[in-house]
């Protein structure tokens, strides 16, 4: 400690370079997390194993993605509107080749896809387009087609498994923003209240903040060199845990240093006392934290295997804290607590100290108490559970709001129809095995699946 307190200007100067580096090298993480944050299912699960076996016996790979357009009215379409609609159409057929279109599959010149392309209502036409997407953005494409498919009278919008995923990533980069903005509010003015300072609940903004730009930049580098498990909710995790440990922490620190300041010591001797009291109990808390989050790291499944990133980013945490805060302990003294002036300890709270006593003298009120806030929550939680990660983002995007368009007028399976693989040891192309797939394909054509 006394060299980091005497060196303090060069540790400094050191993880500014070091942040500085990091951040202009590192990857793009909103970019990462569109390559290889998209959550899988694990191997060993019917849909992998399924998709193993479709992947063994392709002859060649394709790098297309399917996109549905969507032309849809309020009211039944006219005549006129879907005169328009086969015009946008045959304009997207005369410019295959430019706009990167395989394949087009509509009802126009192939009535018996009316059924399936045309909603009973007649207020919705699909068109299917096989989309080339070798080399190619999906947030490109969709810009794009977009202004291709726009068609005079009718609304028009797009979706597709790309689609959904690209509205699922800006989303995430979208909540991040919110959580980190919430997350800075909510910290100040906690600490302004907790210290009663404008300078002390700067310190731990700037230390989990530097930690958490510095831990980003050293997880993507991982993602990118050595595919280290990524999803949309990672950042989401540093910010949320970084800044929640990370500020306890450093009220842990700042009001252990005051009070060793209010006993009459010196700058170094507070901050001396301080880390061989309070700073054991944050370096072993630290370090439990860190091993729970990369045991994470041992899940089959990819969202929590991504949680472990939050281990990278404590260690970093536990560097900033026995580095970074003793420099401005060292170098503010008793101006870290400005304004208050002479006596800095802080009395005892009365609150606090009356429920303290009263959990201890009178427990089965204490506990009354809490179960009057506790019960009604636990009665009233229903304990549904959704699997339609679409509720996360929201009929905002349009992908998602296309998507129900179509449930509504289609039915799901118009999207997102089941696969179904069959693997044989022996050839499947005789009577026998056609017969049994026939039969399998009507059974499953009677089937009401909700």
């Known amino acids: 400690m006394k060299a980091i307190v005497r060196f303090r200007w060069i540790v400094l100067a050191l993880w500014i370079?070091?942040?500085?580096?990091?951040?202009?090298?590192?990857?793009?993480?909103?970019?990462?997390?569109?390559?290889?944050?998209?959550?899988?299912?694990?191997?060993?699960?019917?849909?992998?194993?399924?998709?193993?076996?479709?992947?063994?016996?392709?002859?060649?790979?394709?790098?297309?993605?399917?996109?549905?357009?969507?032309?849809h009215n309020q009211k039944k379409l006219t005549k006129?509107?879907?005169?328009?609609?086969?015009?946008?159409?045959?304009?997207?057929?005369?410019?295959?080749?430019?706009?990167?279109?395989?394949?087009?599959?509509?009802?126009?010149?192939?009535?018996?896809?009316?059924?399936?392309?045309?909603?009973?209502?007649?207020?919705?036409?699909?068109?299917?387009?096989?989309?080339?997407?070798?080399?190619k953005e999906v947030k490109d494409v969709r810009a794009t087609l977009n202004k291709a498919i726009q068609t005079p009278n009718v609304e028009t919008m797009m979706t597709g498994n790309g689609l959904i995923n690209e509205d699922v990533v800006i989303s995430s980069q979208n909540g991040l923003k919110k959580?980190?903005?919430?997350?800075?509010?909510?910290?100040?003015?906690?600490?302004?209240?907790?210290?009663?300072?404008?300078?002390?609940?700067?310190?731990?903004?700037?230390?989990?903040?530097?930690?958490?730009?510095?831990?980003?930049?050293?997880?993507?580098?991982?993602?990118?060199?050595?595919?280290?498990?990524?999803?949309?909710?990672?950042?989401?995790?540093?910010?949320?845990?970084?800044?929640?440990?990370?500020?306890d922490y450093c009220i842990l620190l700042l009001s252990r240093y005051k009070e060793e300041l209010s006993k009459g010591n010196d700058t170094f001797g507070a901050i001396l006392a301080t880390y061989k009291s309070a700073g054991k109990t944050v370096v072993f808390s630290g370090l439990a934290v860190m091993i729970g989050f990369a045991s994470i790291g041992f899940a089959s499944f990819k969202l929590y295997q991504s949680a472990s990133a939050v281990a990278i980013g404590v260690i970093f945490l536990l560097i900033s804290l026995l580095t970074i805060v003793p420099f401005f302990m060292a170098t503010l003294k008793n101006k870290l607590f400005w304004p208050i002036k002479g006596d800095i300890s802080h009395s005892q709270s009365k609150l606090w100290g009356w429920m303290g006593n009263l959990a201890i003298t009178r427990p089965l009120i204490a506990l009354c108490i809490v179960a009057i806030f506790t019960v009604p929550l636990l009665i009233s939680y229903d304990g549904d559970l959704s699997y339609n990660s679409l509720d996360e983002i929201g009929e905002e995007y349009e992908s998602v709001k296309a998507f129900n368009l179509v449930s509504d007028s289609f039915g799901p399976g118009e999207i997102m129809p089941v696969k179904i693989v069959m693997e044989n040891d022996e050839s499947m192309k005789s009577k026998e095995y056609l017969g049994l797939i026939e039969k399998i394909s009507n059974d499953l054509s009677h089937e009401s699946i909700s």
């Open 179 to 247: 959580t980190e903005i919430i997350t800075v509010i909510f910290i100040l003015i906690v600490l302004i209240l907790v210290f009663r300072s404008v300078v002390a609940p700067i310190i731990p903004l700037v230390t989990v903040g530097l930690t958490y730009l510095v831990s980003q930049s050293v997880v993507a580098f991982l993602v990118d060199k050595l595919n280290f498990p990524l999803s949309n909710f990672t950042q989401i995790f540093l910010v949320a845990v970084l800044f929640g440990i990370g500020t």
């Open 17 to 71: 370079l070091a942040a500085a580096l990091l951040i202009w090298k590192a990857p793009n993480m909103e970019q990462l997390v569109r390559e290889k944050g998209q959550i899988t299912v694990p191997d060993g699960y019917p849909s992998t194993l399924a998709q193993e076996i479709i992947d063994k016996h392709a002859t060649n790979k394709s790098h297309s993605e399917p996109f549905i357009v969507i032309f």
């Open 80 to 135: 006129e509107q879907t005169e328009n609609i086969e015009k946008t159409i045959n304009q997207l057929k005369d410019n295959k080749d430019k706009l990167g279109i395989n394949e087009i599959t509509t009802h126009f010149g192939q009535s018996d896809l009316k059924d399936q392309l045309v909603a009973k209502d007649g207020k919705t036409i699909l068109a299917m387009l096989d989309v080339d997407m070798e080399n």
